[in-house]
Each structure stands twice: as C-alpha cells, then as structure tokens.
C-alpha cells in the first residue's frame, strides 16, 4: 500500500510539471506587452519597464520559465497585481468557501444518488427507473448558471425560503447553514445525477452476478443482500465518477458562486478576469489544476478501502 | 486494395443497422432527435421565423413582460426576448458545432497517430492529455478565451482544445487494435505508406463511433459556451446568445424574471435533446458504456 501510494505519487510529477508549462505557456498568448495590458494606456514608459522587471519579461523566456518553475515548485505563486497581496494568501482566505460548497455537493450527491440509483436499477424498466433516467439526464445537461438562476427565482425570489444573496460570515450556525444551502443543492444536483447514473449501471452489473443468485437462494435479507452484497461491489465505478467528475464540480462551483453571490474562487477568477490581473489567473489555474491531480491521486488510492480485493502493485 | 475496402465497407454495415436499432429501442432518443430537429430549424429559419429584429431597440417598450404583442417580453433595451432567443440558437449550434469539428479533427488525428506510431510520440500525446484533463473543463476554457480576447473565432478555438482530450482517446484504443489485424498486415507488406493505411484503412473502421461520441460531446461544448457567455467571454454584444442574455437578464432578476427563464429553457432543451441522442448512440456503439 504504501509502496504503491509512493508509486503513484511519483507518477503524478510530470504530469504536474507538464501542466505547469501548459500554465506558463498559456500565460504568454496574451496578444501584446503584459506590462502594458495590467498598467494601461497611460502608463509611463519608466513604469512599465520597471514592471517589465519586476514580472521577469525582461529576461529570456527559458529564464522566465525556469524562474517559474522555481518559484511555483517552492510555493511561491507570485503576487497579485490588483491588490498587491500574494496570489497564495488571496487563494488561501476564500478557498475554505469553495471546499466547504463542494464537500456539502458531494455530500447531497451521494446522500440522494446513491439511493436513487439502486431504486432505478432494482425496478429497471419501470417508472422509478425512467424518471430516475430521465431527471439524471437532466441533471447532465442543465449548466451550473442555469440551474442556480431557476432554484434563485424559485426558492429565493418567489418563495423567499432562502437568502438572495448568500451573506458572508453571520456568525450562527442556522444562519450559515441557510446561505449554503441553495448553492450546496444547486452544485449537487450535477453530482446527484452522475452519482445515480453510474450507480444504476454498476448496480445492474453486480446484481447479475451468480453470487448475488446464490446469496439469495441462501434467504439473506433484502437490505442485507442489495447493501453488503450488492452495493459493496459495485462501489468502485461510483468512487471513479466521484473523482473523476470532481473536475467538472470545482469548474461549476465557479459558476454557482457567481450567481449566489458567494466568496470563493470563482469570484475571485472573475474579479481577476475584470481587472485582467494575469498574475492572479495564472495562480488561480495553478490552484485549480494541482486540486484535480490531488484528487485523482486520492481517489487511487481510496479503491483499496472501498473494494479489499485491490492489489496495489 | 480494392478487397480491403469493400471489407471495412462491409464491417460498417452491420454497425449502422445496430445504431437504428438502438434508436428503435430507445423511446426517449426520439424525443432527443425531435427536440434537436426542431432547434436545428429554427436556427435556420431564424430571419422568418422571428417576429422583431433581435438587436433593434425600442425605448417605449422597455422591461415589457411577456404579452400577445412580445411573447416573451422584452429586455432592458426594448429588445424582443423571443427573437433574441430564436437567434440565439444560431450563435450555439455554431460554436458547439464548429468547436466539436475542430476538436475532432486534431483530437482523432493525434489518437491515430500516436496508436499507430506508439513509442515515444505516444507517451507524448497522451500526456497532454492528461494535462488538457487536469485542468478543469470550464477553467481551462475560460483561462484561454480570457487570453486570447473575446471574439467569435477566439471562442471556438478555446472550447475546440477543452473537448480535444476525450477525442484523442476514443481514436487511439481502437487504432492500437486495428494495427494487428491481418488487413493492416497486408497492407504493411505490400508496401503501402504509413500515412495511407492510418488515412484509408484505419480511420474509415472506426470513423463513425467517432462522429457518435462528437453527437454527445457537442452538448458539453455548448454548454461551455453557454457559461463563457454568462461569465462575459462570449461572442461580444450586442449579438443574441443565450448566455450573455442571461448575464444581462441577471441584472433585473428581481422584477424581470422573464430575461433569464426563456434563454435558459432553450439553453436546457437544446443540451438535453443532444444528451438524449447522444446516450442511446453511444450505447449502441460501446456495450461497455451501455447505461441500461
């Protein structure tokens, strides 16, 4: 295990430094002078040279690249340039936001998808298990913004269960609980709907087996046998999706934070994006990328716990 | 030559009856290819079809809701929302479309060719698809078309290289299965170019699982459209898309929830008709991802 842990940590290096370099590469397509784009038209010619030095633009770009290279490998992200303070800190202080929206999605995912898709794949063919497809399938195809606007005109506008623009800290608990509510059901509904899929057909997989057959025969309860028997083999397509869609959950987090009006990183991309703050982009997509590799990571490594059976070699 | 490709002729045949099939089978597809017939038309038609001109402004009739007069009212500009969002279809099934060709182009390219040659090229290319898969699809999307400027063309190019990665993969699986079969062999032995078998012999068996997957993948680039639009990376105003309505509607949500419900039901339709589609095609294609 811990052999194997180490393994798959190496292999995750070049795809970390590649990633890097794709970063850094896509950094410099921006048509013209940086300096010139963050200082603007009137800009004088001393204080763009003296920020051409200060981003390195003056050096060769293999220089640049391995100046990059350093400074990201040693946890140095650079400094925003609209606020002046380390890309590093302004992550820090609005990434608990976003990991709490996507911890609560991948929550509301399973609760309700796991259960969802054994419903659908014990009653196969019937109406569970068309509304179940059908809902899931429209779970796929509503983008993140859309879903969120249609629950803000329902839930919040009209209905006025739920704050139209989620507060930042109130300090109660309720009160906390309330504002992350909309978003947190918003994003996990997307996750819900591929919790079910994939375990509707993973289900259907485990359930034909002759072990299931012979388990049954032998007059073990339902619960029992759908639950350990069932559920416990078919769990690792399940925690696949988890991860592999986590990708797509960080990106549609970035969506449903703008809409609710909720701190995290998706506001602060899109207050980048308005300044043009190329230095805080390019930090934010460093971030962005190394959650995705760390997840993928993490989910190898939690097949073992999941599924015994696992042989890390 | 000429054996051979009667041969992948005739094992093509067999698939485009199994994907029939599948539609037959799949109650809920038809819907989907009804759904998407429909918004196709309407794209086209759009010039006949739409009662106002999408960008004409109108000050008396600002923030009207919807009315026999404009079906689904108008926006902050006087503009009607139901010409809007029927010209709105023509921005996204552009893109979306013209996106996924580009993606599949490049995509299918660099998967022949690195199952074909293998070795170095190959760890070469399936490395940037695992970077292109690190970055998370709307991020990366959104980091590319912020660098290159909004535009039309910009746009397309940015979410042409978001949907690259799956392309590449579903092309290399089966060429690193075709290159040992006895046809290639021959084909090899006879002295046929690398580039001739990859282009006539290789791509042509697996063209159409391809073309499938792209079915299912345009919904995705169209809903990276849609976002890039909300967000404000879109086609620029005044052009009428479905996602920078939204954006705009965004602002009056409180007293003008028309602005942002319709563009939104046609964002929604125009994925789920592809999603739709696309599931039972692929299920007819790849048993393994069957759903059922």
Known sequence: ?313 | MSSTATASVAAAAPRSHALWAALRRNRLSWIGLALLLLIILVAFLAPWLAPYDPLKQNIIYRLEPPSAQFWLGTDSYGRDVLSRVIYGARVSLLVGFVAILIAMTIGSALGVLAGYIGGLFDRLVMGLVDVLLSFPTLVLGLMIAAMLGASLENLIIAIAITEIAPFVRVARAPTIALKQRDFIEAGRALGYSPLRLMGIHILPNMISDVVVLASLWMASAIRTEASLSFIGLGVPPPTATWGSMIREGFENILDAWWLTVFPSLAILLTVLALNLLGDALRDAIDPKLRSE
């Not at chain 1, 929550?107 to 899931?136: E, K, Q, T």
């Not at chain 1, 249609?150 to 906390?176: E, K, R």
């Open chain 1, 1 to 313: 295990m811990i052999k194997f842990a180490i393994k798959r940590l190496l292999l995750a290096i070049p795809t970390l430094l590649a990633m890097l370099t794709a970063v850094f590469v896509l950094v410099r397509l921006v048509p013209g002078d940086p300096a010139a784009v963050m200082l603007g038209d009137q800009a004088s010619a001393e204080a763009l040279q003296a920020l051409r030095m200060q981003l390195g633009l003056d050096l060769p770009v293999h220089q640049q690249y391995f100046a990059f290279l350093r400074d990201v490998l040693s946890g140095d992200l650079g400094v925003a340039m609209s606020t002046g303070r380390p890309v590093l800190r302004e992550v820090a202080s609005v990434l608990p936001w976003t990991l709490q929206l996507t911890a609560a999605a991948i929550v509301i995912g399973c609760l309700f998808g796991l259960p969802m898709g054994i419903w659908a794949s014990l009653r196969r063919n019937a109406w569970p298990d068309y509304v179940g497809r059908l809902f899931s399938l429209a779970g796929l195809s509503f983008p993140a913004f859309v879903s969120a606007i249609l629950m803000l005109l329902v839930f919040a506008i009209q209905l006025n269960w739920f704050p139209v623009i989620s507060a930042t800290h109130t300090g109660s608990w309720a009160d906390d609980l309330r504002n992350l509510a909309l978003p947190a059901f918003n994003l996990g509904l997307i996750m819900m709907a591929y919790v079910m899929r994939v375990t509707r057909s993973s289900m259907l997989g485990v359930m034909g087996e002759d072990y299931i057959r012979t388990a049954r025969a032998k007059g073990i309860r339902p619960m029992r046998l759908i639950l350990r028997h069932g559920l416990r083999n078919a769990l690792i397509p399940i925690v696949t999706v988890i991860g592999l869609y986590f990708g797509t959950l960080i990106g549609n987090s970035v969506l449903t934070e703008i809409v609710f009006n909720r701190p995290g990183l998706g506001k602060l991309i899109l207050g980048a994006l308005n300044v043009r703050d190329y230095s805080l982009l390019q930090g934010l997509m460093i971030v962005f990328a190394s959650c995705v590799i760390l997840v993928n990571l993490l989910t190898d490594l939690v097949y073992g716990l999941v599924d015994p059976r696992v042989k890390y070699q």
